[in-house]
């Protein structure tokens, strides 16, 4: 019995120094709904780049990739993938301006990959007059996710 509690404790001990497990920043598939609402569909690389073969940002909910279901690509994210091959992102979750954004590998923390706070897509006065009155826009009541690049999106 005393064995098995100091194993416990000894546990308990290590893990309480290590960081916790994520998977920001890991690779993952950008996926559209589905009209006949089921799984959802990838979106492909012609879906994601504009006519002049720039990208936008996007968010995916439901990319089951992502523990929190949610897959971005930033306007800076390059691909060199055809057309019609499923686009990816990276994992993302929403956040508070402020809080740090670590990634799955601390070496992505450092450089063009590292994720922080900031506005994808819609400043918060459009997203919050997308969803007055409602439970938000796709679930989504805050435009701040993790994510790569500098300037805010849609601001």
Do not use: H, W
């Not at 670590?102 to 706070?117: I, N, Q, T, Y």
């Amino acid at each position: 019995m005393n064995r098995l509690l100091f194993v416990a404790a000894t546990l308990g001990v290590l893990g309480a120094g290590c960081k916790p497990a994520t998977d920001l920043n890991n690779s993952c598939q950008l996926v559209k709904r589905n009209p006949d609402g089921g799984i959802p569909l990838p979106l492909l690389e012609g879906e994601v780049r504009n006519a002049q073969g720039q990208n936008k940002d996007f968010i995916a909910i439901g990319s089951i990739e992502c523990e929190d279901l949610i897959c971005v690509r930033d306007s800076f994210f390059t691909s060199d993938a055809s057309v019609d091959v499923p686009a990816q992102g990276y994992c993302s979750r929403q956040c508070v301006p402020g809080t740090e954004c670590p990634s799955f590998d601390p070496e992505l923390d450092k450089g063009p990959k590292a994720l922080r706070c900031r506005a994808l897509l819609l400043s918060p006065e459009t997203l919050a007059a997308l969803t007055a009155g409602d439970g938000g826009f796709a679930g989504v009541r805050d435009p701040n996710f993790c994510a790569r690049g500098l300037a805010d999106g849609g601001m």
